[in-house]
């Protein structure tokens, strides 16, 4: 099971830090990604992270702006998410995936297990 928080209203510029607690089994083998999904538009890959954390992936509309991380002991997963703009209000949601690829993607066909998302808003 995979359930995010941290989402909430923050003006243009400003920064939010989510999290994705994983209370399964085998969090040590799964990539995570983060996705998101605006009103009206397809859900879109964010960022991923290796099970080993020796891999990232970010969209290039976030790359710069959002870093992912993971501590493995605590079963956790963290989007820092910095100069926020309007474009990333979006509903977020963490996924994970046993693929045996060694490194994470952001195709969402390759994620099975999905949180129930944490919605962000960036306004003025």
């Known amino acids: 099971q995979l359930v995010e928080s941290g989402g909430g209203l923050v003006q243009p510029g400003g920064s939010l830090r989510l999290s994705c607690e994983h209370s399964?089994?085998?969090?040590?083998?799964?990539?995570i990604a983060w996705f998101r999904q605006a009103a009206g538009k397809e859900r879109e890959g964010v960022s991923c992270i290796s099970r080993r954390s020796d891999f990232t992936n970010s969209a290039d509309s976030v790359k710069g702006r959002f870093t992912v991380s993971r501590d493995n002991a605590k079963k956790m997963v963290y989007l820092q998410m910095n100069s926020l703009n309007p474009e990333d209000t979006a509903v977020y949601y963490c996924a994970a995936t046993t693929t045996l690829e060694s490194d994470c993607s952001l195709t969402e066909t390759n994620y099975a297990y999905w949180g129930q998302g944490t919605r962000v808003t960036v306004s003025s």
């Open positions: 399964g089994f085998n969090f040590d083998y799964q990539h």
